[in-house]
């Protein structure tokens, strides 16, 4: 079974930008692998999420500053977030449910 490794959390300022990381195990070319994310208290939501069509659904709290990509030959899947905001503090995870992976900490200073 493929596994899903998350990388590229970390505390940011206000305004500032990470790249995330998704590394799956063995090849994602037939994989929609999307991002989540679970803030403190809060439950777990989509972030970005791919289409077949080809087109990406992204929460309204994130658009046009989150953008999903992926590298096939990398196996690999990206979440670039931009202009950070303390309320996107939250553990972010990748996933292609019921196949998840362990998640990695983003926490944003104001």
């Known amino acids: 079974q493929v596994q899903l490794v998350e990388s590229g959390g970390g505390l940011v300022q206000t305004g500032g930008s990470l790249r995330l990381s998704c590394a799956a195990s063995?090849?994602?070319?037939?994989?929609?692998i999307g991002w989540y994310r679970q803030a403190p208290g809060k439950q777990r939501e989509m972030v970005a999420q791919?289409?077949?069509?080809?087109?990406?659904n992204y929460a309204d709290s994130v658009k046009g500053r989150f953008t999903i990509s992926r590298d096939n030959a990398k196996n690999t899947v990206y979440l670039q977030m931009n202009s950070l905001k303390p309320e996107d503090t939250a553990v972010y995870y990748c996933a292609v449910p019921p196949l998840w992976g362990k998640g990695t900490l983003v926490t944003v200073s104001s």
């Open positions: 063995g090849s994602i070319r037939d994989m929609l």
């Open positions: 791919p289409k077949f069509d080809g087109m990406k």
